[in-house]
């Protein structure tokens, strides 16, 4: 059965610290991978995605991912947050049977 | 041009009540979708609509049905609620259902309490 696991529920970071979120998944298809961030009060909106290609994937405000193989990983990073980021970070999988993970609340400390 | 558009925001039901959640999307994208959000377990897929005049069951499709109405127009419906029905409803739309044009817009949610 397809499914994403993130393991860190919440993250604290102080503004300029480097961040970096797991997700590891298990899918039987075609990997499509994707990070999706919710802003308080907000809806869900793409952060970046993964279809095929360079594994280093670059998306908005600064966040990129790598997609490694081998770790069955999606791992997401920033090097240097900002106080903005403060969200929830979703990752996923899939295609129409998407999978989301649990979700990791980050909070950003000015 | 709105999006994913969801009504109501909030709604509150007593235990059997029914009630249709609505969908729209202007986009003119062909796959819509309904998911649930409950705290510590993300997203769940609830139905999925590929296409106009398709549907299928997603993660957790018990307890709902769904209309695709047209292509703009995607509705779930609670028949008899329960309190575990208790969640947050997301609608999203994709142009088609397969990559690089599978990325997901979604609507604002759905607030909604069972008693």
């Known amino acids: 059965a397809q499914s994403v696991s993130q393991h860190n529920h919440h993250v604290i970071l102080s503004e300029a610290a480097s961040l970096e979120l797991g997700c590891n998944y298990s899918y039987g298809g075609t990997v499509n991978l994707f990070w999706y961030v919710q802003y308080p009060g907000q809806h869900l909106q793409l952060l970046l995605k993964y279809f095929s290609g360079d594994p280093l994937v670059k998306g908005i405000k600064g966040f990129e991912a790598e997609f490694i193989k081998s770790k069955f990983s999606f791992n997401l990073r920033k090097p240097s947050v900002q106080w903005s980021d403060t969200a929830e970070y979703f990752c996923?999988?899939?295609?129409?049977?998407?999978?989301f993970g649990a979700g990791t609340r980050l909070t950003v400390k000015p | 041009n709105a999006g994913v558009t969801q009504t109501p925001k909030f709604q509150v039901l007593k235990t059997g009540q029914s009630m249709t959640l609505q969908c729209a999307q202007d986009?003119?994208?062909?796959?819509m979708y309904w998911y649930r959000q409950d705290p510590g377990m993300g997203l769940r897929l609830i139905y999925y609509s590929a296409s106009e005049g398709t549907t299928d069951k997603g993660e957790v499709p018990n307890g709902y049905n769904v209309s695709r109405l047209n292509k703009r127009e995607f509705s779930l419906r609670l028949e008899s609620a329960a309190p575990s029905q208790t969640s947050v409803y997301f609608c999203?739309?994709?142009?088609?259902?397969?990559?690089?044009?599978?990325?997901?817009?979604f609507g604002p949610g759905t607030r909604l309490t069972v008693l």
């Open positions: 986009m003119n994208h062909n796959s």
């Open positions: 999203a739309s994709s142009e088609y259902e397969v990559p690089p044009y599978n990325e997901q817009f």
């Open positions: 996923a999988v899939g295609n129409n049977d998407m999978r």
